[in-house]
């Protein structure tokens, strides 16, 4: 099984006499223990955060001179710490990633862990390094992936977004200031025959559960005769009619806002709130779908607004939405820092 072992049966002395002259001499020792060499690793621990499209985690450099390749799996812990204890009742899995060992042999061993480039979320356990006779080395790893786009630069990634409107430069603009996409309606004598709207949405989608957020700010005083919109469709159609929606809209109402919750088959849950900036979420979780509303405070862990059902079989695009009424005063709203945190991103559809 093995031809390699760090201690050899073999047992050096130094003799007596003329002998000694010639230097210690060697016999073969067959009472001595054969060691294994277990294997080492560059690294006590795996802290990673990686932004789409990366899919690199690290390459570990390992020392096994008893082995030329070591299987790797995963042991389940217990914390979402780095310093997770493992729960020894849960079976080894698969590295939820894929890797590739760039170089075996009885030296170094070069072996490269990978996340799926499409797949956010966040990884946690131990990573078992095992060679043939069951000597293991335990690596604790975190790993975090998301799709980010922070919306400070103009005019948009034209990868992730697409606007309502094709060449949109009256309402769909940039705070170069503040460095963040904005929908403005400036103030007009004009009375507009309809209401005018603006927006955004992904050109990807997301087919299953997934967790995401953007930051918001409304113009000060701005209380009446708008409504924004961060929500989920199943259609990449803009129009008002087209698709299943779920999301949260903000509406000005007689000098009042106004938290609407709402999803498909009619449910609705509103509230009156002084909030004028903080983040938005929404979370589908199989065919429930949760909305979130922060203030920015990191002291506060956010909380669900309320829950609602929702198809969980159904692929989403993720739409920004702003619709005025009227030109009475200038009418605006701000957005940053759009994540995805977890679930899987498709460009399959445009």
Not at 50 to 78: G, H, K
Request: glycine share 6%; proline share 6%.
């Amino acid at each position: 099984m093995r031809r390699f072992m760090t201690n050899r049966r073999f047992r050096c002395t130094l003799l007596t006499g003329v002998l000694s002259l010639c230097g210690p001499a060697c016999f073969f020792d067959a009472g001595l223990p054969l060691e294994n060499d277990p294997p080492a690793c560059n690294r006590s621990e795996i802290v990673a955060s990686l932004i789409y499209p990366e899919s690199s985690v690290c390459t570990l450099s390992i020392i096994d001179r008893n082995d030329t390749t070591v299987s790797i799996s995963v042991l389940p812990c217990d914390s979402p710490n780095v310093d997770c204890v493992q729960d020894d009742s849960l079976p080894a899995q698969s590295w939820p990633g894929t890797f590739e060992f760039l170089s075996t042999g009885y030296g170094e061993k070069l072996l490269h862990l990978l996340l799926d480039t499409s797949r956010m979320g966040r990884y946690s356990g131990i990573l078992l390094l095992e060679d043939a006779v069951s000597a293991t080395l335990r690596i604790p790893y975190v790993v975090e992936k998301k799709l980010i786009d922070p919306f400070d630069a103009y005019p948009l990634s034209e990868t992730n977004w697409q606007p309502y409107i094709l060449d949109d430069s009256l309402h769909l603009g940039f705070d170069y200031i503040d460095n963040k996409l904005s929908f403005v309606f400036s103030q007009s004598n004009d009375t507009p025959g309809a209401p005018l709207f603006t927006g955004i949405r992904s050109r990807f989608s997301l087919p299953s559960s997934f967790y995401a957020t953007v930051d918001f700010k409304l113009r000060d005083e701005m209380d009446e005769a708008f409504e924004v919109g961060f929500f989920i469709s199943s259609s990449p159609d803009t129009g008002r009619w087209s698709g299943e929606k779920a999301g949260i809209f903000v509406s000005g109402v007689n000098g009042r806002l106004r938290f609407e919750c709402r999803s498909i088959n009619l449910q609705s849950y509103s509230y009156e709130s002084t909030i004028t900036a903080g983040e938005l979420g929404i979370a589908r979780n199989d065919s429930t779908i949760q909305y979130y509303l922060h203030d920015g405070n990191p002291a506060v862990v956010p909380r669900p607004l309320t829950f609602q059902s929702y198809r969980a079989d159904a692929p989403v695009y993720v739409h920004l939405k702003m619709i005025v009424f009227d030109f009475a005063k200038e009418r605006k709203c701000s957005w940053n820092d759009f994540t995805v945190s977890e679930g899987e991103i498709s460009f399959t559809s445009r």
